[in-house]
């Protein structure tokens, strides 16, 4: 299994980016998808998911991100407007078993594939 991140870079506080992943090797279907992201110092978090077609977001982050997935393509998106500097952090992709549920409970300890992360810097 492979999931490959791509899209961060550097962006001005108030901007949009917008961060991808490619799985390979996995019943896409059958996983929640989702992104976590880790800031220097700091413990990774949860950002955002989605299974089973419905989307789940931090508090820090709902209004301001959205989640997609294309499964026909095996990606998940992450649109993020209104950046903060807050925001900088390395956003990994993740991959957990959910059998299509639509009441996935995100955690760390449930991931099942990371990729490899992409870093998102806000600053001006």
């Known amino acids: 299994v492979q999931l490959q991140a791509s899209g961060g870079g550097l962006v001005q506080p108030w901007g949009s980016l917008r961060v991808s992943c490619v799985g390979s090797?996995?019943?896409?279907?059958?996983?929640?998808m989702g992104w976590f992201r880790q800031a220097p110092g700091k413990e990774r978090e949860f950002v955002a998911g989605?299974?089973?077609?419905?989307?789940t977001y931090a508090d820090s982050v709902k209004d301001r991100f959205t989640i997609s997935r294309d499964n026909a393509k095996v990606t998940v998106d992450l649109q993020m407007n209104s950046l903060k500097p807050e925001d900088t952090a390395v956003y990994y992709c993740?991959?957990?078993?959910?059998?299509?549920?639509?009441?996935?409970?995100?955690?760390?300890?449930?991931?099942?594939?990371w990729g490899q992360g992409t870093q998102v810097t806000v600053s001006s």
């Open positions: 993740a991959a957990a078993v959910a059998f299509g549920s639509r009441r996935f409970s995100w955690s760390m300890n449930r991931i099942n594939y």
């Open positions: 989605i299974s089973g077609g419905n989307p």
């Open positions: 090797g996995l019943t896409f279907n059958g996983y929640a």
